[in-house]
């Protein structure tokens, strides 16, 4: 009888425990030139039960005209596959300087980004695309998560990632 329940406890409730597991990153940088502090920028991230919530903050004083001012705040939740793949749901990524600021809102389904929002659309049309339907992406506040994470090295360097702000395509790969 004590076997049995011990094989049932594994069969069962074992999977469930590892699919429970709990991760919490918390990073912060300062952005430095010349020996002098001239930002921040500082990430914390969750991941529960094969979700994912991150938030970031930053700022930065300008090199030239130190009257200028430079400030960052996004926001991204999602899910971890079975096979480590991050699959963001929805991103928000915002800046401001003191004359102009701009908010981007994407959301996914299934992988696929079904709707993105942009308040200052980019300028160069050279470089701008329509990212509705585009699969397999991170958007960048993901992205960092992704990179911030560890992982074993036979992981490290298989293929590449593809970041999308909601007008640009960015492939990185290794």
Not at 8 to 20: G, K, Q, S, T, V
Not at 27 to 47: R, V
Request: hydrophobic content about 35%.
């Amino acid at each position: 009888m004590k076997i049995k329940f011990i094989v049932i406890f594994f069969i069962f409730l074992y999977p469930w425990f590892l699919y429970a597991t709990e991760e919490n990153i918390s990073k912060s940088f300062k952005l430095t030139f010349w020996g002098t502090e001239i930002g921040w920028f500082k990430m914390k991230a969750e991941i529960k039960e094969k979700k994912y919530k991150i938030s970031s903050t930053g700022s930065s004083k300008g090199l030239i005209n130190l009257f200028s001012e430079y400030n960052i705040s996004s926001g991204s939740i999602g899910t971890i596959s079975k096979d480590d793949v991050l699959r963001p749901e929805e991103a928000v990524l915002s800046w401001s300087t003191r004359s102009n600021s701009n908010r981007i809102k994407l959301e996914y389904h299934k992988e696929k980004l079904i709707h993105y929002q942009v308040e200052l659309p980019f300028k160069n049309k050279k470089y701008r695309m329509d990212p509705i339907g585009q699969k397999n992406t991170l958007d960048p506040v993901s992205f960092m998560l992704w990179f911030l994470r560890d992982r074993s090295s036979t992981n490290l360097c298989k293929g590449g990632v593809r970041v999308l702000d909601g007008e640009r395509l960015t492939v990185i790969s290794f």
